[in-house]
T-cell receptor, first 115, second 113 residues
Framework: DADVTQTPRNRITKTGKRIMLECSQT?????MYWYRQDPGLGLQLIYYSFDVKDINKGEISDGYSVSRQAQAKFSLSLESAIPNQTALYFCATSASGGQPEDTQYFGPGTRLTVL | QKEVEQDPGPLSVPEGAIVSLNCTYS??????FMWYRQYSRKGPELLMYTYSSGNKEDGRFTAQVDKSSKYISLFIRDSQPSDSATYLCAMSARTSNTGKLIFGQGTTLQVKP
């Protein structure tokens, strides 16, 4: 089984709808991240969490919110989806104190299309 | 100006060629440098990791860091069709132990048989 899983893998929705993307990990890592990937822009950090009670905004958090329900679960919500949120979304995890500490392990991604 | 710049390509080479992938950066606080490989419809996976300046070799892959020039490279020797992927450089300043990575845009590589 994959260490980092994301659901759904693909989603098509309409403008204004609320969407939740879920991420689960079995690696036992305390740090989790949400990124979006757009062609030509690489990976942009949306939110990150170092433990259940520590959640921080990334570079592009506007229009997004997150919830860290447990150490292993980190969800990303789009409260009112808009077309320019169409992108590939990745969840990642890392271990504090791990070697190398900054290594991040990515899930398979969720392809979101907002019509 | 982005903190990390990477030519998106695409780069197309024949099988067996030596491939050079590069990134430049502007933040002199970056100390940890990584290369991730991303196959189509997959998440990125760590390929190489280097601390500070110098070279690191792993099989057909060599990572180089030149902090004085703020320039990093990934070399692939004897390239194979299975190396066809997008390669992303990533960097960390490790300030306040944040573990945050800054990624380049990624370079798409195609190795033709």
């Amino acid at each position: 089984d994959a260490d980092v899983t994301q659901t759904p893998r693909n989603r098509i929705t309409k403008t204004g709808k609320r969407i939740m993307l879920e991420c689960s990990q079995t690696k036992g890592h305390d740090r989790m991240y949400w990124y979006r990937q757009d062609p030509g822009l690489g990976l942009q950090l949306i939110y990150y969490s170092f433990d259940v009670k520590d959640i921080n905004k990334g570079e592009i958090s506007d229009g997004y919110s997150v919830s860290r329900q447990a150490q292993a679960k980190f969800s990303l919500s789009l409260e009112s989806a808009i077309p320019n949120q169409t992108a590939l979304y990745f969840c990642a995890t890392s271990a504090s104190g791990g070697q190398p500490e900054d290594t991040q392990y990515f899930g398979p991604g969720t392809r979101l299309t907002v019509l | 100006q982005k903190e990390v710049e990477q030519d998106p390509g695409p780069l197309s080479v024949p099988e067996g060629a030596i491939v050079s992938l590069n990134c430049t950066y502007s933040n002199s606080a970056f100390q940890y440098f990584m290369w991730y490989r991303q196959y189509s419809r997959k998440g990125p996976e760590l390929l190489m990791y280097t601390y500070s300046s110098g070279n690191k070799e792993d099989g057909r892959f060599t990572a180089q860091v030149d902090k004085s020039s703020k320039y990093i490279s990934l070399f692939i020797r004897d390239s194979q069709p299975s190396d066809s992927a997008t390669y992303l450089c990533a960097m960390s300043a490790r300030t306040s132990n944040t573990g945050k990575l800054i990624f380049g845009q990624g370079t798409t590589l195609q190795v033709k048989p």
